[in-house]
């Protein structure tokens, strides 16, 4: 029985595994064909800027799992419209061009699934 799950994650890319844990689980998750959908809220936005650079952290550059997530069916990508605002960004200059969603739209996503997983 395929489930709807919802990702959510709110925490900066890099400084913890946080946003490397979402990636792992919702291409996990797709394995199993579960429907999955990423909700990247406050500092978890920033992941999808293009052109990061983190060797200097000593991190990996999540930008190339995040390019191999359409192979795994998973499209389905939302983004806080007041995170963007905050951070001065547009959903159209982030990588996988993100859907931005207000917060009566963010609830409304969140109803409708099967599983709500925050990291």
């Known amino acids: 029985m395929n489930k709807r799950f919802l990702l959510i994650c709110s925490r900066p890319p890099y ?3 946080a ?3 979402l990636l792992d689980i919702a291409l996990t998750c797709s394995v199993f064909e579960q429907s999955v959908s990423l909700l ?3 500092d978890a936005i920033l992941q999808l800027l293009p052109e990061q650079n983190p060797t200097a952290i000593r991190q990996k550059n999540l ?3 995040q ?3 359409a192979l795994y069916d998973i499209e389905s990508i939302y983004v806080d419209a007041e995170a963007l605002r ?4 547009s959903a159209e200059t ?5 859907q931005a969603l207000e917060p009566d739209a963010l609830q409304q996503l969140i109803r409708e699934q ?3 997983l925050p990291l």
Do not use: E, T, W, Y
């Open 67 to 69: 390019s191999s997530l």
């Open 40 to 42: 990247l809220m406050g």
């Open 114 to 116: 099967d599983v709500v």
């Open 86 to 89: 905050f951070h001065g960004l």
């Open 94 to 98: 982030l990588l996988l061009k993100p």
């Open 15 to 17: 400084g913890s595994s």
């Open 19 to 21: 946003a490397r844990d």
């Open 63 to 65: 930008n190339a799992i």
